[in-house]
């Protein structure tokens, strides 16, 4: 008994750590700020405090919320039982050699041979893709099934003509990128003995690839992203994205979506980008469930420099705006008749739209209260202060995955980082979102087929 309650009780000081610091945090900056703002000699407008206190008071409730619906959210653990047959699905645009990484990695899963069929969709690349697919194929004789579209038509259009070709009822899509472990197929398959269950999302972690200071920072937010917010979500099942690094449908779900999928269309144009939160969107209109399965982990490859930084964020901050638009009809139609579920997906709807426009109303605010200073001191205080204390949470997140206190700080860096190098993302992203260019898979030259 004594060994089995150890877990639960490192857990619980664990919170109690992070929440005594929140609480010192909240504390120190309520304090600065109320002598800053002494009514005989205040250094700021009122305009400006109010907009500092309710930046704050949002932080700290989005914060909250994620964190009481992770705590209680389910925890698809492993039971014995008969792992049903899966068809798994890696589209592949300009991935030459890696590629067979990802699909050694999925023929070495503990999924019985005769109950996983695997489908190599080569998307019109201009490498040698379809050459490193053949020789795979060649190694596994009848295990894998190599469909070869002459033209590139873009990952979801790959998708598609795979998932028509599937043949058996639970799909997986895996990116070429990821490398999955030996039972993370059959884990990710574990909530679909919820028959109301549509989709199921994996968890994603940065591929032990040559690290440096961009990459250790976005495996923060990688890792904030499922950690917390895709666990929250997944309370009442309404994860918002099935990563395409890592995902598992249930084909009788999503074939009747499937073509509006396709053909989907925003402002005029077609939707190239963000095809994993756009089935999901389809899916949760459709009142299926969509779960969270921390266990079933994929490695993906990051970004390792600015600009292939940004240009992924833009792709999904775009996709992120066009859908929580879309998704607002049907979430406001659903709080009629409301219930827990409806209440708890109008919650994340609107807390997640708030925080992509939130850089569009803070940094004109943030000027105005530097500028508005007479005290520089005290403005960066301020500054320094808010900063740390939005770390906070992705910091206790990050560290209670990594349980590493040296890696901990790249969360406090990645706070300062976001704020000085990636507050423009959301702003660009909103007056550009007629833009469904991919913006990552550019070849190089040299890699070109001859």
Request: glycine share 4%; aromatic share 12%.
């Amino acid at each position: 008994m004594h060994l089995s309650l150890k877990p639960k009780i490192l857990v619980c000081r664990e919170y109690m750590l992070w929440g005594s610091l929140l609480a010192i945090s909240v504390w120190s900056i309520a304090e600065l700020a109320s002598a800053a703002v002494d009514s005989n000699s205040r250094y700021c407008p009122l305009e400006a405090e109010y907009l500092f206190y309710s930046t704050i008071i949002f932080t700290l409730f989005y914060f909250a919320f994620q964190l009481i619906s992770a705590f209680f959210s389910c925890r698809w653990k492993e039971k014995n039982g008969v792992v049903p047959a899966c068809t798994v699905i890696i589209p592949a645009y300009n991935e030459g050699k890696d590629v067979v990484t990802t699909l050694e990695t999925i023929l070495a899963s503990d999924i019985p041979e005769n109950d996983l069929q695997i489908i190599a969709v080569n998307d019109g690349s201009q490498d040698d893709t379809l050459h490193h697919l053949q020789y795979c194929s060649a190694r596994h004789p009848g295990r894998i099934t190599i469909i070869d579209l002459p033209c590139n038509g873009g990952k979801k259009h790959a998708l598609y003509t795979a998932i028509k070709q599937a043949g058996n009822e639970f799909i997986v899509t895996v990116d070429s990128d990821s490398v999955v472990e030996k039972d993370t197929i059959r884990l990710l398959l574990r909530p679909f003995c919820h028959p109301e269950t549509g989709a199921v999302a994996g968890a994603i972690y940065k591929k032990r690839q040559a690290e440096n200071f961009l990459v250790r920072l976005f495996d923060v937010m990688l890792v904030f992203n499922c950690g917390l917010l895709r666990n929250a979500q997944s309370l009442f099942g309404n994860v918002f994205c099935t990563p395409g690094a890592l995902s598992a449908y249930r084909k009788s779900a999503i074939m009747p979506l499937l073509d509006e999928w396709l053909d989907q269309s925003f402002l005029g144009t077609p939707s190239k980008i963000g095809e994993d939160r756009a089935i999901a969107t389809l899916l949760l209109r459709s009142d299926w469930r969509i779960e969270y399965q921390s266990a079933a982990c994929a490695e993906t490859s990051l970004p390792a420099d600015y600009s292939g930084m940004c240009r992924t964020l833009l792709r999904w901050t775009r996709s992120d705006i066009r859908e929580n638009i879309l998704m607002t009809p049907f979430v406001l139609r659903k709080l009629k008749q409301p219930d827990r579920r409806s209440l708890n997906l109008f919650i994340h709807w609107f807390l997640l739209s708030i925080n992509i426009i939130l850089p569009l109303i803070m940094l004109p605010a943030a000027l105005f209260f530097i500028f508005s200073q007479k005290s520089i001191s005290f403005c960066l205080a301020v500054i320094i202060i808010s900063t740390l204390i939005s770390s906070l949470i992705p910091a206790a997140v990050y560290w209670q995955k990594r349980r590493n206190f040296r890696e901990m700080i790249w969360a406090f860096v990645f706070g300062f980082f976001s704020q000085a190098a990636l507050s423009w993302i959301s702003i660009y992203s909103l007056f550009t979102l007629k833009n469904s260019d991919w913006l990552t898979r550019k070849l190089p030259h040299s890699r070109k087929r001859k």
